[in-house]
């Protein structure tokens, strides 16, 4: 049994968020009918093509599903439409950001007669605020949500990355949300009402930066190709003799060892550059040491010796690395798919549930085709989760849920940030030894004295609505108590380096006798059985993995990261999406399995386009920069004032024809030969120029009103920090203002997905260190006071971090 072949979902509309949603279930065996017009979807004409003009990006979205025309024109359209609707379980509705010819239907009165149904609705902005009725691109969105202004040369432009990943991000929310309520109907109540903002979806990147800066008050900047602010060098792509390294050091051990590897002694021993923070200052000088010594050996060879020293490093691939590599094979990260006649490979799904794993590849359907699917639409017999059989309206899909969470740093506490949003009780395992190093890492005295670690806006951030204990589960009574924690519960999640957890007597194997319906996921950098297993890894470290460098950029450029640590938030994203499915069919067969999750499999699909094209015809990807294989003009131009810049696209010959307008060239709106994409690529510079001119005049705020009120799409490119101020966020209520004990008043996102008017409300703030220990060691392991208090007196909880001496010491008396 596939883990959703019990479901039946319907795509109405054009959107590669509802798209990838789809896809999505079709992985785990739902069966998926996708609506198309006559002319088929529009995505079925995106870039890049492969060599039978099959669209690589439409290929991707859509194997294992079937299609299914309905021609509006047609007199029984929205009576075929309607039948289909109500005899499904989901309908996934992208018809907010291309309507596709879709036949007009009133949802709400079809909700009312099939309650069960679970209902999404996808947009660019969603239909309220300011942005409500803006057009817009993959691009143009990703501009205004702070996530390009960052990326390229210091003088800019800012370097914007392939059409794929807003669709992709906003597909895994509206993923999310759905599956949330398909876990909570398996067994009765009505279905859920969904709206997607693709557009605040895509903030779960850029949340890292707004709250860094905000908490900080630095003043963030652009400051080079593959550099990051606030961290300084090495944390980029750099050049070795052969090939292309990624380095990222994240610690002060990580740093020294960096320094050892070189021979950099006068670097290792200077007590100012030991944090990454403290080295951005000098990154120039930094870099003009180091950069020369790493080109005297091969990136392979690099990697072979920071493995040895465990230090972050990775080899940027090419394309044509990753469709040879044996293990993407065997790991199912890279599947076959069928399109048309033509065969290749493309990216799988980084959901790796391994008692009921996603499909291994597949075909793309063609216009109408319909394809088998066993569906079983039944549920076999088993032990239910927790439930009473009906969904009350004021209380949230994961209510009765409950996830121990072992998880530090980004992607971990994000995945279950998402799990405690949806209503979960997450209760997060820390330790006064080695607490979540979100809380910072710097051990000593006066930070630790001071009670810093309770101060960081990031760990605030990623462990709201959480309970919080401590346990150090090297120690018998540690262990103990976090066995009988996970005896009761239905998730277990950690992202420690593989080997960690078994070490500490908290295997797949041990957790699976102790309770037989728990879903345990272990979300690693490479999986658990990879070759790299034992590689030291940050969320930069799964972007320079993954083949997405190698897209970006000019064409005679380096490899371009697009992000600090990209890899965290997709790695979350993923693993919520893998532990819901995990969970739907634990519900309803009461058995548990094991999540392999391998974080740098989750980066994949952002590139797997260019996956389909290279594998059937062998050519190497193009790099457009900042221009579009598709849209003609596409670019980020200069506004007026400093370092401000504006993304625009013409996505058609009228929005074209509406551009030529404004910026003061009729002449060219009347050609007719401009009409076309490859005339007006002919004329790109001349073109852009002139868009340049225009802009170079103008508030980037004014120049995206005119051009919009024109309908054109254009965003501005924000910084991170801006989005706090944001005309349209601020309509909406994006950021909830949350009390913290030791922080105050601050802002918090919240989830792009929403049931109404308003966004779910934020119940509580992220838990101080050992904060729940009494509430959960006493009411839910039932531990007197004196067995409590003993557990203090050894040091297995506690309320304080300890300082490096105090730790030191601890170990002494421990091993004494």
């Known amino acids: 049994m596939e883990a959703l072949s019990h479901l039946r979902v319907v795509e109405i509309g054009s959107s590669a968020a509802t798209s990838y949603c789809a896809r999505l279930f079709a992985d785990f065996g739902a069966e998926v009918q996708k609506v198309e017009r006559p002319a088929g979807d529009p995505l079925r004409s995106s870039a890049p093509f492969t060599p039978g003009v099959q669209s690589a990006w439409f290929a991707f979205l859509n194997f294992n599903k079937s299609s299914i025309i309905i021609d509006a024109d047609e007199p029984d359209a929205i009576m075929r439409l309607r039948t289909l609707i109500e005899g499904c379980d989901i309908l996934l509705d992208g018809r907010d950001i291309e309507s596709a010819e879709c036949p007009s239907i009133d949802v709400a009165e079809i909700r009312k007669r099939h309650p069960k149904l679970i209902y999404l609705e996808a947009s660019w902005f969603d239909r309220e605020g300011p942005y409500a009725d803006f057009v817009a691109t993959d691009s143009t969105v990703?501009?205004?949500?702070?996530?390009?202004?960052?990326?390229?040369?210091?003088?800019?432009?800012?370097?914007?990355?392939?059409?794929?990943?807003?669709g992709i991000i906003a597909g895994l929310w509206g993923f999310i949300a759905v599956t949330s309520s398909a876990l909570?109907?398996?067994?009765?109540?009505?279905?859920?009402?969904?709206?997607?903002?693709?557009?605040?979806?895509?903030?779960?990147?850029?949340?890292?930066?707004?709250?860094?800066?905000?908490?900080?008050?630095?003043?963030?900047?652009?400051?080079?190709?593959?550099?990051?602010?606030?961290?300084?060098?090495?944390?980029?792509?750099?050049?070795?003799?052969?090939?292309?390294?990624?380095?990222?050091?994240?610690?002060?051990?990580?740093?020294?060892?960096?320094?050892?590897?070189?021979?950099?002694?006068?670097?290792?021993?200077?007590?100012?550059?030991?944090?990454?923070?403290?080295?951005?200052?000098?990154?120039?000088?930094?870099?003009?040491?180091?950069?020369?010594k790493l080109k005297a050996r091969t990136a392979q060879e690099w990697f072979v010796e920071g493995l040895k020293r465990k230090i972050p490093v990775i080899p940027v691939p090419e394309m044509s690395d990753l469709l040879v590599d044996p293990e993407k094979r065997r790991r199912g990260a890279m599947v076959p798919v069928l399109i048309g006649e033509e065969h290749g490979l493309t990216v799988g799904s980084p959901q790796r549930l391994t008692l009921t794993p996603p499909r291994r590849g597949g075909k793309v359907p063609d216009l109408g085709e319909q394809q088998g699917v066993a569906n079983a639409r039944t549920h076999p017999s088993g032990t239910a989760f927790r439930f009473d059989g009906r969904v009350d309206g004021d209380r949230q899909p994961l209510h009765g849920i409950r996830v121990i969470d072992f998880t530090m740093g980004w992607a971990g506490p994000l995945c279950t940030r998402i799990l405690a949003d949806l209503g979960a009780d997450v209760i997060k395992v820390e330790a006064i030894q080695y607490p979540d190093w979100w809380r910072g890492v710097d051990r000593r005295a006066a930070y630790v004295d001071g009670r810093m670690y309770e101060k960081t806006k990031r760990f605030s951030i990623l462990n709201r609505n959480k309970r919080g204990i401590t346990l150090d589960l090297t120690r018998a009574k540690g262990l103990a108590s976090a066995k009988r924690l996970l005896a009761d519960a239905d998730v277990a999640v950690d992202n420690y380096s593989v080997g960690v957890m078994p070490k500490l007597g908290l295997g797949y194997d041990v957790l699976r006798t102790l309770n037989p319906r728990l879903v345990v996921m272990s979300m690693s950098a490479f999986g658990v059985d990879s070759l790299y297993r034992d590689c030291r890894a940050y969320g930069s470290t799964l972007e320079q993995g993954s083949g997405l460098p190698s897209v970006i950029g000019n064409p005679d450029g380096p490899p371009i990261m697009s992000h600090i640590a990209f890899g965290d938030a997709v790695g979350g994203l993923n693993g919520c999406a893998a532990a819901l499915v995990a969970l739907v069919h634990a519900r309803i067969t009461g058995q548990g399995q094991f999540i392999d999750l391998a974080q740098i499999e989750c980066m994949m699909p952002f590139a797997a386009p260019w996956s389909i094209v290279h594998s059937i015809s062998g050519a190497a990807p193009a790099r457009y920069g900042n221009r579009h294989p598709e849209f003609v003009p596409h670019g980020c131009f200069r506004c007026a004032g400093e370092d401000n810049w504006i993304m625009v696209a013409a996505t058609n010959v009228g929005m074209w024809q509406r551009l030529a307008n404004l910026i003061g060239r009729p002449d060219w709106a009347a050609d007719t030969s401009l009409k076309y994409v490859e005339a007006r690529r002919a004329l790109q510079e001349v073109i852009e120029a002139a868009i340049a001119a225009w802009t170079l005049n103008r508030d980037a705020d004014e120049a995206m009103s005119e051009l919009q009120t024109a309908k054109i799409a254009a965003g501005v490119a924000r910084l991170p920090t801006d989005l706090l101020k944001d005309r349209h966020l601020g309509s909406r209520a994006f950021f909830q203002q949350i009390d913290h004990p030791f922080i105050g008043l601050h802002p918090q996102p919240s989830m792009p997905i929403r049931e109404g008017a308003g966004p779910y409300v934020i119940r509580t703030a992220a838990p101080t260190l050992g904060q729940h220990n009494r509430e959960i060691l006493s009411?839910?392991?039932?531990?007197?006071?004196?067995?409590?208090?003993?557990?203090?007196?050894?040091?297995?909880?506690?309320?304080?971090?300890?300082?490096?001496?105090?730790?030191?010491?601890?170990?002494?008396?421990?091993?004494?």
């Open 779 to 816: 009411g839910l392991l039932c531990l007197s006071d004196a067995e409590i208090a003993e557990l203090l007196k050894e040091g297995v909880i506690g309320t304080a971090m300890l300082s490096e001496e105090e730790l030191a010491k601890a170990k002494n008396v421990s091993s004494g």
């Open 184 to 292: 909570e109907r398996v067994h009765g109540g009505a279905g859920r009402s969904w709206s997607l903002s693709a557009f605040e979806a895509n903030l779960a990147l850029s949340e890292y930066h707004t709250f860094e800066t905000f908490a900080s008050g630095n003043v963030m900047r652009r400051i080079g190709i593959n550099r990051f602010w606030p961290f300084g060098p090495p944390t980029g792509i750099y050049e070795t003799k052969k090939g292309w390294l990624g380095v990222t050091t994240g610690t002060p051990t990580q740093w020294q060892a960096f320094c050892d590897m070189l021979g950099l002694s006068e670097l290792r021993d200077n007590l100012a550059l030991v944090l990454a923070e403290d080295r951005l200052p000098q990154m120039d000088q930094i870099e003009r040491l180091f950069m020369p």
């Open 142 to 166: 990703r501009a205004l949500a702070g996530l390009i202004k960052l990326v390229g040369p210091a003088e800019g432009p800012p370097f914007h990355a392939p059409d794929f990943q807003a």
